[in-house]
């Protein structure tokens, strides 16, 4: 089964993007009934800043140390260039990823969803041209 994909109408360090691509993710591990989410980003050097920010120092430490996090139930599997899981059931959060990339980095089994947060409008035109049944979710997420 392909994964559903979904995407904010934003560019560069939108941390009210990327907050709502999180609220996203969450609404759709409901709706698919699974505990587990992917944080896909190009490389660790990428949880500084904005997804920092939006995710907290705390949590981005265990990602950065263990690759995943197990909080309240639910578990946070980082994915990057270099970091794959052959099987993450649930959805993924693509935070900034090249849309040339994102697919090698997804590209395990069992993801239910990607929700997709672009970093410069070029990127976003490329995600859609790519993936044109993307629906955008806005702010507030539906």
Not at 21 to 34: E, Y
Not at 41 to 65: A, M, Q, T, Y
Not at 79 to 88: N, P, S
Not at 100 to 127: H, M, N
Request: proline share 5%; with cysteine.
């Amino acid at each position: 089964m392909r994964p559903d994909h979904f995407h904010t109408q934003s560019t560069g360090a939108d941390e009210e993007a990327l907050r709502t691509a999180f609220l996203k993710c969450r609404a759709l591990m409901q709706q698919r009934a699974c505990s587990t989410m992917g944080l896909a980003v190009h490389s660790k050097n990428n949880l500084e800043g904005v997804v920092c920010n939006v995710f907290g120092d705390s949590v981005i430490r265990v990602l950065d140390r263990d690759n995943r996090l197990e909080l309240k139930g639910i578990t946070t599997q980082l994915l990057t260039e270099k970091i794959r899981v052959r099987r993450l059931e649930g959805p993924v959060l693509a935070a900034f990823v090249n849309p040339e990339k994102l697919d090698r980095i997804v590209s395990c089994d069992g993801v239910t969803d990607i929700v997709f947060v672009p970093w410069t409008a070029e990127e976003l035109v490329a995600y859609l041209k790519a993936h044109p049944l993307s629906e955008e979710i806005g702010f507030p997420p539906a």
